[in-house]
DNA sequence: ATTCTCCTATCTATCAGTAGGTAGATAAAT
DNA sequence: ATTTATCTACCTACTGATAGATAGGAGAAT
């Protein structure tokens, strides 16, 4: 451990709750205590909550969108591969939902900074998707339905697998798509 | 309001509650707060909050149900337009999320009855779908898949609908499925 | 070199608010 | 008399948040 850089083991531990039971599922406290600080300190790093809740949205959709690279980049069949594994990726390894899907569930009672980060995922997703089929010479209205159906398609099939613990579930659902 | 039935108003109220911000978004102190009563009161009709999870997961699922009617019943084609529709009015009408869906994002929290029901819920669905997909002459295997892609799409659906505020988003989403 | 000042990261201690839950009383209906 | 549905009054636990103290390091001024 070079650097226990205490603002990122905060995010690790939060991003981990929060994927698991939602935006109150994790606490200053509980965070405080698995590192093992006083929850003031945590409070230095982040001053409130909907903060931590906001920068929490803000890595993980980088963090999501780095692994996707460019849509303009490789081959349209290529990338939507891609996109469906990181998603096949994100539950099967940390054996956790999409942030921003559980932060979607509930949008209606976050505070603003962190539905509106949410929302910012959601727009980049569509985005993204909309390049891609649109390379692959879709036209745009049917590009914005595929998009959005892929997103839908793949968030749902996170909860179905999660919600009756099987993770064949997620591959069955969306076998369609790649 | 021949009878106010103060056990069904908890629940309508929950549910509410519930299908906006999930588990921890309804309290006992609230409800009561609702209906004019006190959070002991709240307590005769459902000793624990978990009783009262389960009791709303139960009551949502067997709603549900009753809207779609015998999976044996009608036209096989009509009844899952019927089932996309059901969905739909879910979002549309109350302007809320599924119940299960949310409750399906938090599963690993939730106390073990209330996921139970809300598993049995999908199960229901899986199973529902199944029927009516082989009666299309599907494959008992493709029946399986195109359940599973079902549920999720439209869960995920109304996740990117409500979370960019855009119901049409909903629409776009599940436009290949009916 | 030493001292002064500032910043970082933590601490202790505390607050008001809310959570779910319980015991026991009460009034009305059966 | 018993049951039903409510009440009052309380408990313990936890929430996010704040004020103020502290220790240690970095850089500049003396």
């Not at 963090?63 to 849509?71: A, S, T, Y």
């Not at 962190?114 to 997703?125: D, K, L, Q, S």
């Amino acid at each position: 451990m070079a650097k226990p850089d205490t603002a990122e083991r905060i995010l690790d531990i939060a991003e981990k709750a929060a994927r698991t039971g939602g935006y109150n599922a994790f606490s200053f406290r509980e965070i405080a205590a698995e590192i093992g600080i006083k929850s003031a300190s945590v409070h230095y790093h982040f001053p409130t909550k909907e903060a931590l809740g906001e920068a929490l949205a803000e890595r993980y959709s980088g963090n999501f969108f780095k692994v996707l690279g460019d849509p303009q980049g490789a081959e349209p069949a290529e990338l939507l591969k891609r996109y469906v594994a990181a998603y096949g990726a994100a539950l099967k390894q940390d054996g956790l939902m999409c942030l921003c899907g559980v932060f979607g569930a509930e949008i209606a009672d976050l505070p603003p900074p962190v539905a509106r980060a949410t929302r910012a995922f959601f727009e980049r997703n569509l985005d993204w998707l909309r390049q891609v089929h649109c390379r692959q010479g879709m036209a745009p209205e049917q590009a914005e339905k595929a998009a959005a159906h892929m997103i839908a398609a793949l968030e749902g099939a996170m909860i179905l697998a999660r919600a009756m613990g099987d993770a064949a579930l997620f591959d069955a659902a969306v076998a369609r798509l790649s």
